[in-house]
C-alpha cells in the first residue's frame, strides 16, 4: 500500500470515527446544555465601571445594546455615522442610567478614523474593553440590481469593518488582561435569502472571521477575551425591514422580535461567556441539522419555504418604488 492511499485510508477512518461518535456528543452536548441553562447558570461578569464601543448605535438594534449595557453599569461611546442622532442617543443614556455615555462620529469603513476614535475615548472616558460590531447596511436602494458602488459600500461596512475595529480596541484589551468583542452577524448568516448576495454573504464572513479569532486567540494563549458572535431574526428596528417582512410573507411565518428583546438576549450572552447565539434560538439547532444534508437537499429545504413565499420579489420592488 502506498503512502497516498494510506493517508487516504486514514483519513476517511477519521470521519467515519468522528461521524459514529456524533450520537454521544450530542446527547453530552444537550445535557450540558441542560444543565448550565436551568440548572445551575453561568455566573455573570460584572462589568460596572468598564468602556463599550458600540458602533451604529445611535438608533436601532445597536442603541438597545448601548442601553442594555449602561442598565449594568457600564459606560458606552455611542459611534455612528449620523452624529446628531448619536449626541441625542449618548444624552438620554447619560440621564436614563447614570452612566458616562459620549457620542462620536464615525466612519467604520475607515481605518484612521478608528485609531482616532480610540484615542479620543481613551482620554474622555477611558480605554475601552468591551467592543460591539453593530454597524452594518441592510438594504440597497434596488435590492433587485444593486449598484457596484453600493455592493463594495455594504462589504466594507458589514465585514471589512470588523478587522479595523478588532485590530484597534484588542490593544487596549490585551494590555489590561480582560475584555471581550461581540459581532453582530444575522439570521442571513446561517441561513440563505433570496435576492439578498452581498447582506448574505457579508454576514456568513462575520461568522467565519470570529470562529477564525477564536481559533487564532487559543493558540495564543489568550483566554481572557471573550468573544460573541449574535445572529438575530428579522427585526422591528427598521422600517423598510418591517415592511419587507410583512409583504414578503416572512412575518406570517414567525413575528418580527423587539430591539429590546434582542439586546438582552444579546448582552446577557455575552456576559456568560457564550459564543454564538441564534435569536430565536431555534435557528441554532436548524442551521446546524441543515448542514448534514447533501447540497442539493440543503437547497430544496432552503427554496421550499421561499417557493410559496412569492411576495418576496414584490417586496423589494416596493421597497424600491418607496
Known amino acids: 500500500m502506498s503512502t497516498q492511499t494510506f493517508k487516504i485510508i486514514r483519513a476517511w477512518l477519521l470521519i467515519g470515527f468522528i461521524w459514529a461518535s456524533m450520537p454521544i456528543v450530542l446527547t453530552i452536548s444537550i445535557m450540558k446544555y441542560i444543565y448550565d441553562t436551568f440548572i445551575v447558570k453561568k455566573e455573570i461578569k460584572n462589568i460596572t465601571g468598564e468602556v463599550a464601543v458600540i458602533t451604529g448605535s445611535a438608533g436601532g438594534l445597536g442603541k438597545c445594546i448601548a442601553k442594555e449595557l449602561a ?70 436602494s434596488d435590492q433587485l440590481n444593486p449598484s457596484l458602488e453600493e455592493i463594495d459600500l455594504m462589504v466594507k461596512v458589514n465585514y471589512t469593518s470588523h478587522f479595523w475595529t478588532n485590530r484597534v480596541f484588542m490593544e487596549n484589551m490585551k494590555k489590561v488582561r480582560k475584555g471581550h468583542i461581540m459581532a453582530i452577524s444575522s439570521i442571513a448568516g446561517l441561513v440563505t435569502l433570496p435576492q439578498s448576495e452581498p447582506y448574505c454573504s457579508t454576514k456568513t464572513a462575520v461568522r467565519t472571521l470570529m470562529r477564525v479569532l477564536r481559533a487564532d486567540l487559543k493558540l495564543q494563549e489568550i483566554n481572557y477575551i471573550g468573544l460573541t458572535t449574535v445572529f438575530p431574526s428579522f427585526l422591528q428596528t427598521h422600517g423598510l425591514v418591517k415592511q419587507l417582512a410583512t409583504e414578503s410573507g416572512y412575518a406570517d411565518l ?69
Open 71 to 140: 442598565a449594568k453599569g457600564c459606560n458606552v461611546a455611542i459611534c455612528d455615522i449620523n452624529y446628531e442622532l448619536a449626541v441625542s442617543t449618548a444624552q438620554e443614556i447619560a440621564d436614563k442610567y447614570g452612566v458616562k455615555a459620549k457620542a462620536y462620529k464615525v466612519d467604520v469603513t475607515k481605518y484612521q478614523e478608528i485609531v482616532e476614535l480610540n484615542e479620543k475615548l481613551t482620554k474622555d472616558i477611558g480605554a475601552a474593553t468591551i467592543l460591539v460590531n453593530n454597524a452594518g447596511l441592510l438594504l440597497h
Open 254 to 322: 414567525y413575528p418580527l422580535m423587539a430591539g429590546e428583546e434582542v439586546a438582552k438576549r444579546a448582552v446577557n450572552g455575552m456576559l456568560r461567556d457564550e459564543v454564538e447565539i441564534a435569536i430565536p434560538g431555534f435557528f441554532a439547532l436548524s442551521y446546524r441539522l441543515l448542514t448534514l444534508l447533501p447540497a442539493k437537499a440543503q437547497d430544496w429545504v432552503t427554496y421550499a419555504p421561499i417557493s410559496r413565499m412569492n411576495g418576496v420579489k414584490k417586496a423589494f420592488e416596493s421597497i424600491k418604488r418607496k
